[in-house]
């Protein structure tokens, strides 16, 4: 069974403090991980999508990296906007197009 | 822009009664679709897979008979929710896929509130 575990559950930074989310994965043959960003009330905005190990995507300050267990998300400078649920999904190969997500980190930037 | 579009946003309802929330691919026409449940602080569970012209793939543990789903376009997937109850209080999401093989686009979701 894909699963999917996010840490920290919620963190808390000062804007401008940088710092990482986790997100460690089991996937019975792993078609894609995606991180989307989630804010209360509302439906996934999807961020990145990573296919193979190794692989690095970058946005803004944002930046996604992929190991064969683990995906990071590089968070640098955060600035108060980018208060939010991260969510990381798996895409394997045995469901199809189905997406396994993890909790989510809940992440805060004071001003 | 938005490409997967919910409606309605809110909706508040008596128990015992049925309601329906439809999930439309605005600019790409998508075969499947899926719908998910988000309890607060949670993430999001998988409920079903809706096919076009076909009868929806139930997750284990989703009454069929309460949750509805008709795929009956290929831009249009509904889910009813039959005689609600407080219970079923939740945030309801769905997605599709422009293309396979890429990411899926989200609806904006729909709180349900049963009274």
């Known amino acids: 069974e894909d699963q999917v575990t996010q840490s920290p559950e919620a963190l808390r930074l000062q804007e401008g403090e940088s710092s990482s989310l986790n997100c460690s994965y089991t996937v019975s043959g792993l078609r894609g991980l995606f991180w989307y960003r989630q804010d209360p009330g509302k439906g996934p905005e999807f961020l990145f999508t990573l296919y193979s190990a190794g692989e690095e995507k970058e946005k803004e300050r944002l930046k996604a990296t992929l190991t064969k267990k683990e995906s990071f998300l590089h968070i640098t400078a955060p600035k108060p906007e980018d208060s939010a649920t991260y969510l990381c999904?798996?895409?394997?190969?045995?469901?199809?197009?189905?997406?396994?997500f993890g909790q989510g980190t809940r992440l805060t930037i004071n001003p | 822009g938005a490409v997967v579009s919910q409606h309605p946003s809110r909706v508040i309802c008596k128990s015992g009664t049925s309601v329906k929330i439809e999930c439309r691919s605005l600019d790409f026409q998508a075969t499947t679709m899926f719908w998910y449940r988000q309890f607060p602080k949670q993430s999001l569970m998988l409920m079903a897979t809706s096919n076009e012209g076909s009868k929806a793939t139930y997750e284990q543990g989703v009454e069929k008979d309460k949750f509805l789903i008709n795929h009956a376009s290929l831009t249009l997937s509904t889910l009813t929710v039959t005689s609600a109850h407080p219970e079923d209080s939740s945030f309801y999401i769905c997605?599709?896929?422009?293309?396979?093989?890429?990411?899926?686009?989200f609806g904006q979701g729909t709180r349900l509130t049963v009274v």
């Open positions: 999904a798996v895409q394997g190969g045995q469901g199809a197009q189905k997406l396994v």
């Open positions: 997605s599709a896929y422009r293309k396979v093989g890429t990411e899926a686009f």
